[in-house]
């Protein structure tokens, strides 16, 4: 496509469910990214996927969060039994092969709340 | 490990001024520099990069930023502020290849008329 695109731009959500985010990257992208951007504290770094493979889950901050790309396109991000302090903006990015110099493209995000 | 911090939170210029926007970072090795830009309700995008070529870069909308390695920093600026530049500014820095960009916490820009 074009861009990076998410879906939904916008989830309200109660607290205990699970929701589910999308990430469909720019074709031909093998690297993919999940960011968390909450007021005032920057972009957290969640995972990173290269094609299907994550290298660094380092990020995520409860084995409430889970990650999955399939067929080196689209991701979907997992958070189970979703929490107040979930609440927050995620921002998916792709880059082309995630070589250190290579610009990241990132979609609008999905504004997730938790109420 | 790498990381990045911007000063200041919100900086606020008048139309037309100097736009002066702080980013110091750490890193074990040479590091690649980078500023994004974010709209309101819109993601992030290239301002410009710095990848070990020349140490003054130019980016679009008439910005640049000066890698400085003896102060570890890679201040933004533009010689004059337009109501249009409004908007959130990060500072991101990327040590090794395969690795995720580390963001500062953002600086929001705020240009009066």
């Known amino acids: 496509g074009a861009g990076v695109s998410q879906s939904p731009s916008n989830k309200v959500t109660e607290k205990g469910k699970d929701v589910e985010l999308r990430c469909d990257p720019i074709s031909g992208h093998t690297a993919l990214y999940w960011y968390r951007q909450s007021l005032g504290q920057g972009l957290e770094f969640l995972i990173y996927?290269?094609?299907?493979?994550?290298?660094?889950k380092s990020g995520l901050p409860s084995d409430r969060f889970s990650a999955e790309r399939t067929g080196g396109s689209v991701s979907t991000l997992t958070i189970q039994r979703t929490q107040q302090e979930d609440s927050a903006v995620y921002l998916c990015a792709s880059s082309l092969d995630g070589g250190r110099g290579t610009e990241a493209f990132f979609g609008q995000g999905t504004r997730l709340t938790v109420v | 490990a790498q990381s990045v911090t911007q000063l200041g939170s919100h900086v606020s210029v008048s139309e037309g001024a100097l736009v002066l926007l702080r980013c110091n970072y750490s890193?074990?090795?040479?590091?690649?520099l980078f500023w994004y830009v974010q709209y309101p309700n819109q993601g992030l995008q290239l301002l410009l990069k710095?990848?070990?070529?020349?140490?003054l870069v130019k980016g679009i909308n008439g910005f640049e930023a000066e890698f400085k390695k003896s102060e570890t920093s890679f201040h933004l600026t533009k010689p004059s502020a337009h109501m249009s530049d409004a908007a959130e500014y990060f500072c991101a820095v990327s040590e090794s290849g395969n690795t995720p960009l580390v963001f500062g916490k953002g600086t929001r820009l705020s240009v009066i008329a």
């Open positions: 710095y990848t070990s070529a020349a140490t």
């Open positions: 996927f290269q094609g299907n493979s994550a290298p660094d």
């Open positions: 890193s074990s090795v040479p590091p690649y």
